[in-house]
């Protein structure tokens, strides 16, 4: 693991893993601001709970679990995948600025609306890390490769052969006029 990730996981969990903490604490205020991107969400996955504080809890132990493990380094890239699913109701949810009518109250909205924002796009990254390691496109093209190049040398290595055996039995049997 190079430097840079040994510490920019660390760094980017760190948020998720103390907000988590704070809100599995105290679901109360960050359920009532999210009930209705959760009532949304209910019409579209109806077998999620229904409780706003239930989905909250739920939500705060993807971001404790997902910020340890990709802070680890223990299966990063589906940590990053299941924090960055989490970040988008939370950042609608919890910060949509365009409904304050308070203009200080907007702009600390804005401001943590565009954090998320940001630390979804760090999430992004990590998710498609491969830490220096060919992705799994990059591999199974390259075998998809050697094994089209390996058929071809056999094809014309048995066409050869055939041509040869061939040629060999003309030459056994007697000429016919």
């Known amino acids: 693991m190079t430097l840079v990730r040994r510490f920019a996981r660390p760094m980017l969990a760190s ?8 809100t599995l604490r105290n679901p109360g205020p960050p359920a009532n601001k999210a009930h209705p991107v959760i009532r949304q969400l209910s019409k579209m996955f109806p077998q999620l709970p229904q409780d706003p504080e239930q989905l909250v809890r739920l939500n705060s132990a993807i971001h404790i679990v997902g910020g340890g493990s990709l802070a680890l380094g223990i299966f990063p890239r589906v940590a990053a995948t299941a924090l960055a699913v989490s970040v988008v109701p939370t950042t609608f949810g919890g910060h949509a600025f365009w409904k304050e009518d308070d203009p200080a109250a907007r702009k600390q909205q804005r401001i943590q609306f565009l954090k998320n924002i940001g630390l ?22 390259h075998a998809s490769r050697r094994a089209r190049r390996t058929a071809e040398k056999k094809a014309r290595r048995a066409r ?18």
Do not use: H, N, W
């Open 15 to 22: 948020v998720f893993i103390v907000q988590g903490a704070s």
């Open 120 to 141: 979804l796009g760090g999430l992004m990254l990590a998710a498609v890390d491969t830490s220096g390691r060919p992705s799994v496109a990059y591999r199974a093209e």
């Open 160 to 177: 050869k052969v055939t041509a040869k055996k061939v040629e060999a039995v003309r030459e056994q049997l007697p000429l016919v006029a």
